[in-house]
């Protein structure tokens, strides 16, 4: 005797609900995977053997795209996050680097030139071009440095530093690759 006005506004209900169901499932998806990668980013420095200068670096990079993806421009957040990803294999990289060359000055002094200040030079010069976002430079003179040090290495015959080196950097790269592969 009331009339349907009930069950239509439960059907109207019903509808409304479905839209909006629907339409947070086609935006919020892809924020909620971009998120992911961002923690997953966020895990990956956090248990990179990196200075804190260097993790506070990456760190406000992330924020960055956090802050993207909150914004909802998820058409830039794949291209943001690798550029980190491959700036944090460059730090881990130049880390292992610093590292073997402290060592390879420590073991072998008289193997070693007397242009060290060059060396840690470029070092710096390598992490402030990661700073500045030139990641092309920093690849470069990361090249020269181990170049050099390659060099370094076969004055010396054979340094084991050298092939510690090598071995570590190449452990890196199949950590990275293992971090990197979707799970």
Known sequence: RSGPLFPLIVLLFGVVLGRLFKYMQERGEP??????????????????????????????????????????RLDVVPVQVQTIRDRLETLVKLQALEDRFNEQAQNTPTDFPADEDEY??????????IAEGKDA??????EE??????????????????????????????ANDRI????
């Open 120 to 129: 840690v030079r470029k070092i710096k010069q390598a992490r402030l071009r």
């Open 145 to 174: 440095i181990s170049s050099d040090l390659d060099k370094i290495g076969t004055r010396g015959a054979g340094n084991s530093s050298i092939e510690a080196y090598k071995r570590s950097v190449e452990e890196i790269a199949v």
């Open 180 to 183: 990197n592969q979707p799970t």
């Open 31 to 72: 924020q909620a995977k971009a998120l992911e990668e961002v923690y997953r980013l966020q895990a990956d420095i956090a248990v990179a053997k990196l200075e804190d200068r260097d993790k506070q670096l990456l760190a406000g990079m992330v924020t960055e795209v956090r802050t993207l993806v909150v914004r909802e």
């Open 137 to 142: 430079d920093a690849k470069k003179v990361l």
